[in-house]
């Protein structure tokens, strides 16, 4: 799943092999073998940020003063439930708006 980001992005195009390095042939159109999008992904944040989310958002800038799901409803990828503070992908709001607004004390996106 994708979401249309704030700001440009370079085209990539699918090469027909799973873009986590394994080399498995993939169908056209797609990046990765099935759930290897996710391997990858912690791989990176594993290589690059000693797999800690909180060091991957300290290298873009962001924190506890700077929040990152804020950044992305202000981008308009994400958006703001209209009853409580959750925030989320469009299809995490309708869920969550779905299960109605019982005070949850952890929401997770
Ligand atoms: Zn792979
Ligand atoms: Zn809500």
Redesign the pocket.
């Known amino acids: 799943m994708t979401t249309k980001p704030g700001k440009p992005l370079p085209h990539l195009t699918p090469t027909g092999t799973c873009w986590c390095g394994c080399a498995k042939k993939v169908g056209a159109g797609s990046f990765f073998a099935p759930g290897h999008d996710k391997v990858a992904e912690a791989a990176l944040l594993a290589a690059e940020y000693g797999s800690s989310v909180a060091q991957l958002l300290h290298a873009h800038g962001y924190g506890p003063g700077h929040s990152v799901s804020a950044r992305a409803v202000a981008e308009g990828v994400w958006r703001k ?1 209209p ?2 503070a ?1 925030v989320g992908a469009p299809a995490s709001i309708a869920n ?2 779905k299960r109605g ?1 019982a005070p949850a004390p952890t929401e997770q996106v």
């Open positions: 439930c009853s409580c959750y969550h708006t607004h």
